[in-house]
């Protein structure tokens, strides 16, 4: 069983910065995708940066040159830098891990951690 514990989050005025991190427990395969999602209120849940074991990152557009995803594989952890906060960045964040054994895909989630961008 995979564990994903999130921190790092808060309340932070309109352009500050915060920085999430997201260090899971238990045996992850060595092909796998760390990333990052949100949820606002009344939305569906939504991607916003993911990173994979070989290196290759994906952006939501919104967020391009504002966010910084990046990992460490020795400790199975994955951040996500966020600069330039917007009020329209409020959301539980979630931290997620999919990777593949032989054919069978696995698929975890934390539990999040409440972003809030206001003066």
């Known amino acids: 069983q995979v564990q994903l514990v999130e921190s790092g989050g808060g309340l932070v005025q309109p352009g500050g910065s915060l920085r999430l991190s997201c260090a899971a427990s238990?045996?992850?395969?060595?092909?796998?995708?760390m990333g990052w999602y949100r949820q606002a209120p009344g939305n569906e849940r939504e991607l916003v940066a993911t990173?994979?074991?070989?290196?290759?990152?994906n952006y939501a557009d919104s967020v391009k040159g504002r966010f910084t995803i990046s990992r460490d594989n020795a400790k199975n952890a994955v951040y996500l830098q966020m600069n330039s906060l917007k009020p329209e960045d409020t959301a539980v964040y979630y931290c997620?891990?999919?990777?593949?054994?032989?054919?069978?895909?696995?698929?975890?989630w934390g539990q999040g951690t409440q972003v809030t961008v206001s003066s």
């Open positions: 238990g045996r992850i395969g060595s092909i796998n995708v």
């Open positions: 997620n891990v999919k990777f593949w054994v032989v054919v069978t895909r696995y698929d975890y």
């Open positions: 990173i994979a074991s070989g290196g290759s990152i």
